[in-house]
């Protein structure tokens, strides 16, 4: 059984700055993609960044030059660092990670339990 913890969301005003987590336990043999999405009120989830095992990024365009996903692979942690934080980026952050198991040698993908970020203006 694989665990996500979360942590790191909260509330910040235009132009502040926050760091998410997201720690990975248990069955876990390697960790390929790791992302962060959001999920806005009313909204659709939407990607906001991912980061393969040998480092290559991607982000969504409204948040170029602003965040930054990095990762430790020797913890099994993603972290999502927000930069110049507009209310628009108001939402509940949820991490992703595909992985592949020590148990079964299969990939499987699973979500974190969200963690919410609020932007005042």
């Known amino acids: 059984q694989v665990q996500l913890v979360e942590s790191g969301g909260g509330l910040v005003q235009a132009g502040g700055s926050l760091r998410l987590s997201c720690a990975a336990s248990?069955?876990?043999?390697?960790?390929?993609?790791m992302g962060w999405y959001r999920q806005a009120p009313g909204k659709q989830r939407e990607l906001v960044a991912t980061?393969?095992?040998?480092?290559?990024?991607n982000y969504t365009g409204s948040v170029k030059g602003r965040f930054t996903i990095s990762r430790d692979n020797a913890k099994n942690t993603v972290y999502l660092q927000m930069n110049s934080l507009k209310p628009e980026d108001t939402a509940v952050y949820y991490c992703?990670?595909?992985?592949?198991?020590?148990?079964?040698?299969?990939?499987?993908?699973?979500w974190g339990q969200g963690t919410l970020v609020t932007v005042s203006s």
């Open positions: 992703n990670l595909n992985y592949l198991s020590r148990i079964s040698y299969r990939n499987f993908d699973i």
């Open positions: 980061i393969t095992r040998a480092g290559s990024t």
């Open positions: 248990g069955n876990i043999f390697s960790i390929n993609v």
